[in-house]
């Protein structure tokens, strides 16, 4: 009788620590699933094209030079216009609306409209003027995901293969985190918000029109 109460106590203890086992287990994996919920689908990482020097990346920070890198080749292909701006601006307006916000795609078309002339039978091209290395005071960073990028192009215009102009300009410029749109329609998920004041500048005075 002895034999079989201690067998008895012991099998209850045997189920009381499987029972704390299987509770423990439970809240692991509660855990786990919580963990796993919250942990990102797809992490953002924007590496910097400076291999001169080791970067320090953290998820979704954007180095300075990835935004001056961004602003510098959207503008060159923007601003590019083949045979007649009056056509190709509009188009590229289009072809690249994903790299710019609403409100700045919206401005440009209707400046477009307004200052035609400006515009039509004009051909134009943006060339990077510089050494090439980076200068770090050409982006201000003015919130967490604002900054202003300052530019300078040599802009070469031609009106039915005569040049018009080619000059050095200034272009001022404010680009935005913007990750409202899909990966594969703008991998950078930045944008160009349009000119900061007063727009593009010759740097060595009034441009020639």
């Known amino acids: 009788m002895s034999e ?3 067998q008895i106590s012991q099998l209850q203890q045997n189920l009381r620590y499987r029972d704390r086992i299987i509770a423990l287990l439970g809240v692991l994996l509660a855990l786990f699933g919580a963990g796993y919920w919250r942990m990102p689908t797809l992490l953002s990482v924007h590496v910097p094209p400076d291999l001169s020097r080791p970067q320090i990346i953290k998820p979704d920070e954007i180095a300075p030079i990835s935004i001056y890198t961004f602003a510098e080749d959207l503008m060159i292909k923007l601003n590019y216009c083949r ?13 690249y609306q994903d790299y710019l916000t609403p409100r700045c795609r919206e ?27 980076f200068d770090p ?17 040599l802009r070469e215009d031609h009106v039915r293969g005569v040049e ?20 594969e329609k703008n991998p950078f998920q930045m944008a160009f918000d349009c000119y900061l004041p007063p727009g593009p500048q010759p740097v060595d005075g009034p441009a020639r029109r």
């Open 137 to 153: 005071e050409k982006v201000v960073r003015l919130s967490r995901d604002v900054w202003e990028v300052h530019l300078e192009f």
């Open 164 to 183: 018009i102009d080619s000059r050095r300009y200034h272009y001022p410029l404010r680009i935005v985190h913007y990750p409202g749109v899909p990966l």
């Open 83 to 95: 045979e007649d701006c009056g056509k190709d601006y509009l188009k590229n307006l289009g072809d």
């Open 107 to 133: 401005e440009r078309k209707l400046h477009r409209e307004r200052n035609a002339s400006l515009y039509d039978n004009r051909a134009q091209r943006l060339l990077p003027t510089g050494d090439g290395f």
């Open 4 to 6: 079989a109460k201690t």
